[in-house]
């Protein structure tokens, strides 16, 4: 297997692992029943729901007041903090409640405390954790904390700036000379190199891995300059929190139910995972199990292709159902794609249809060299909606699967490669007509693609205006060679023309006067 298929199985693995966490943090969140209570976007404790209240409710409302208090107790920038905050456990109801300066904070309810354990003693934990946590937020809050902070920051700035010029100059002087050498092309005693640009898709790959790396330093740097600050870290929860809530709320009904942003991500990443592994099993099935079965390379391509699709579809109505997409309810959806079809798709459902034709039918195959439309080719890929032919200059065109349908097509390997070449030759009238036959049977002998069985014929074509006509046919068995075999048997043609003596005419007209005078003067020269 080589390293192309090693890279695609190892991305299909991660990316199926990846859409499995995916799937299960969702399920993971929704098995928990508990809310944190924050203070500064720490986690102080958790509740759970109580009566009518959620726990979400709950939590949000504790930490809205234990955030509001903490904030007009404690002011920033100041040395030393002489407010406080007293907290304490009132008895006096039938549940115990921590109390925030005298005032009411939040009740302890069985819910909330664990199995084996008094409402007292968990009123004490979390007593105990509140206390330590405005402590902590009390700190953080002095001048000293904050200019230890801002200094970590410019450092941790100042770092950042240092890896990403670092990147910069080893990608400059040793990554792109390395890629831009990998790329070169030797071509006799010279090379070709490759430009870094677009067109190289290594350079494409590592600029893509080298962004997505910088971003993550990034990211990193500002996440950590915000954990540094209680108010910069407080947002810093809050966006996260607010981005989790719009990725996980049911935003999109399909059927009988509802999906959100989160649910597509999964269901992408499932697909995704599942288009790299059929192409990763094609090339497997392709190189190591069909090509040791004796077939054409165009039957191996075929049975590659139909394995391919089948396999998507499969997994696909597979992924659907593990996702929770009822099937039933794609019926609205193939209605709304038929009613696409006939008002703007039909040139997209066309070329479908017409590369099923010709993947099954098989007019064509890989490997085919043929003719269409002036375009003269060998056929590379034949998929779905496109087929790619590679012409003899070897470039590569893209062609619509219905033009192979509604024109004519010349395929020189159809069935069997052999062809026969049309070879026009002209020579002077007196030529002896037997050499001129010899001459061009040993020339086409003396090819070595020109085939002996059947042998080549020499067609006496007639007598032109200024020549005597043949045709030199030739049979050959590669017919996407036949351009260089037909230059090198004019090149044998011609030399053995020479040795023989045969002439080759140009175009000539002789003029009879019958009868009349043509006014001809006759001046002397005169020397200058």
């Not at 943090?25 to 720490?42: F, K, M, N």
């Not at 350079?203 to 915000?226: G, P």
């Not at 040795?499 to 005078?517: A, C, L, M, N, W």
């Amino acid at each position: 297997m080589n390293v192309r298929a090693l890279s695609s199985c190892f991305l299909g693995i991660c990316t199926i692992a990846c859409s499995w966490l995916l799937w299960a943090l969702p399920a993971w969140a929704q098995i928990t029943e508990t809310a944190p209570v924050l203070l500064d976007g720490r986690v102080v404790f958790e509740v759970a729901r109580s009566g009518q209240f959620s726990a979400t409710d709950r939590a949000q409302e504790a930490t809205r007041s234990l955030n509001g208090v903490v904030r007009a107790t404690f002011r920033p920038l100041q040395e030393e903090q002489e407010e406080s905050i007293s907290i304490t456990v009132s008895t006096t109801e039938t549940i115990p409640t921590l109390q925030l300066n005298g005032r009411h904070w939040l009740s302890v309810t069985s819910e909330d405390t664990p199995e084996g354990r008094s409402l007292i003693e968990q009123a004490r934990i979390w007593e105990s954790s509140l206390e330590s946590a405005i402590a902590r937020a009390k700190y953080e809050r002095t001048q000293q904390f904050l200019i230890r902070s801002a200094l970590l920051s410019f450092l941790a700035v100042a770092i950042l700036l240092f890896f990403l010029r670092g990147i910069n100059v080893i990608c400059d002087r040793w990554i792109y000379p390395y890629l831009q050498e990998s790329h070169s092309t030797p071509t006799g005693g010279s090379s070709y190199t490759q430009p870094l640009t677009i067109a190289n898709p290594r350079f494409i790959a590592f600029q893509v891995v080298l962004n997505l790396f910088r971003f993550l330093l990034i990211l990193i740097t500002l996440i950590y300059i915000s954990t540094r600050f209680p108010q910069t870290r407080h947002l810093n929860r809050q966006l996260r929190d607010t981005v989790i809530y719009s990725l996980t709320s049911d935003i999109f009904p399909l059927g009988n139910n509802a999906y959100s942003v989160l649910d597509l991500i999964i269901l992408i990443g499932l697909l995704t995972a599942l288009f790299i592994l059929a192409r990763s099993i094609k090339q497997v099935l392709r190189m190591r199990v069909l090509s040791i079965t004796g077939l054409s390379r165009a039957a191996q391509e075929t049975i590659a292709v139909v394995a391919n699709y089948g396999f998507i579809l499969i997994g696909t109505l597979v992924l659907l159902q593990l996702w929770g997409l009822d099937i039933t309810s794609l019926n609205v959806f193939a209605g709304v794609l038929g009613v696409g079809v006939g008002l703007g798709i039909q040139g997209i459902a066309k070329e479908f249809v017409s590369g099923l034709v010709l993947i099954f039918e098989r007019p064509i195959q890989v490997g085919d060299f043929v003719d269409v439309g002036g375009l003269v080719g060998t056929i590379e890929n034949i998929s779905v909606r496109s087929t790619e032919l590679t012409t003899i200059d070897r470039v590569s065109v893209i062609l619509p699967n219905s033009r192979f349908l509604e024109q004519e097509v010349v395929n020189w390997s159809h069935r069997s490669g052999i062809s026969r070449l049309h070879i026009p030759v002209k020579v002077a009238y007196g030529s002896d007509v037997e050499l001129v036959r010899q001459t061009l049977l040993d020339a086409a002998n003396e090819h070595s693609d020109v085939l002996s069985i059947p042998p080549p014929n020499i067609f006496f074509l007639g007598f032109g205006d200024s020549a005597l006509e043949f045709n030199l046919l030739p049979w050959i068995s590669e017919p996407r060679k036949q351009f260089q075999i037909k230059s090198d048997l004019y090149f044998i043609i011609y030399k053995l023309f020479q040795e023989r003596g045969i002439t080759i005419p140009f175009p000539q007209q002789d003029i009879h006067v019958r009868s009349g005078k043509l006014p001809v003067e006759l001046t002397q020269e005169r020397n200058l």
